[in-house]
């Protein structure tokens, strides 16, 4: 699918074209209510909070055991790489870990503060950490599968591109909802890019649809189906270039950005059995 014509309003297009809350009738009180559910899930789960990963203040994790040897779940939230932290994200560990999966939420630093470099390379050392910690504060886990959700999708489909290194094997699976997975039309919305400051050179090395994931690398995907005609390309652009190693694409009839991800954390949703059977658990 190609990248829309430019035309004399292109920065306009793609400012609206990635504006998620076009449509949403109150965004304010929808995000209130995922920290209510948030909230609530801190108070019911079990794990540890905070852990460090590196040295700065938002390399930080949460880790929530499930069963003994179990797959572990990494989730990465999202917010254009300049908004949003794990605590507004506890509800989506909640029910994988009812089922018996381990789940880590991962924080890393926002634009404009630093770079998208730079905010990769702490989720890299964050899945790194967990091979080499999990284990001390009680998970051991058979295998990892890294979920992210828009930004975070760009985030979790670069972990499936990365070869695998001593003591940090690749993923099993990633699961890419409203996924962003060519920077240049990113860098092409000045809304974004006022704080992202996105390099050609990051375009090349950050966009996954221009790289390949590790062979063996499992790839769900997602988009609403009532989301922006670029979101929708985007994710179409995980089937054009990354081919067989996409197993599936999850249908969303009707879902916007916010509702796709409400559906990883939606016990009764395809979605979620998707997670689940890359886990390995039904």
């Not at 304010?28 to 899930?41: E, H, I, N, T, V």
């Not at 540890?48 to 003994?68: I, K, N, S, T, V």
């Not at 886990?141 to 890294?146: D, N, Q, Y």
């Amino acid at each position: 699918m190609p990248a829309p014509n430019t035309s004399p309003d292109l920065a306009a297009f793609y400012d609206r074209e990635f504006n998620t809350r076009l449509g949403i009738a109150d965004p304010a009180a929808l995000l209130a209510g995922w920290q209510a559910r948030a909230r609530k899930a801190r108070a019911s789960l079990r794990g540890h909070r905070d852990l460090a990963y590196g040295p700065g203040p938002r390399e930080r994790l949460d880790l929530f055991p499930g069963a003994q040897d179990a797959p572990l779940l990494v989730f990465i939230h999202g917010g254009f790489w300049r908004a949003r932290d794990k605590d507004e994200f506890t509800w989506v560990a909640e029910p994988y870990v009812a089922r018996g999966v381990s789940v880590a939420l991962v924080e890393y630093a926002l634009a404009p503060e630093v770079t998208l470099t730079t905010i990769a390379g702490q989720v890299q050392a964050a899945l790194a950490w967990l091979h080499r910690h999990a284990a001390r504060h009680g998970v051991h886990f058979s295998a990892m599968v890294v979920a992210g959700h828009s930004a975070g999708g760009q985030l979790a489909a670069l972990e499936g591109c990365r070869p695998p290194s001593p003591g940090a094997p690749s993923p099993r699976a990633v699961v890419l909802v409203s996924a962003l997975s060519d920077l240049q039309t990113v860098q092409c919305a000045p809304s974004l890019d006022q704080d992202l400051h996105i390099s050609d050179d990051e375009v090349l090395h950050l966009s996954p649809a221009r790289l390949q994931p590790v062979a063996g690398v499992q790839v769900v995907t997602a988009v609403g189906s009532a989301e922006s005609r670029e979101f929708l390309r985007q994710n179409a652009l995980f089937a054009q270039h990354w081919g067989s190693a996409r197993v599936r694409d999850i249908a969303l009839p009707g879902g916007n950005h916010f509702s796709a991800c409400e559906a990883l954390a939606d016990e009764e949703h395809p979605l979620f059995e998707a997670v689940m059977g890359l886990c390995g658990t039904r």
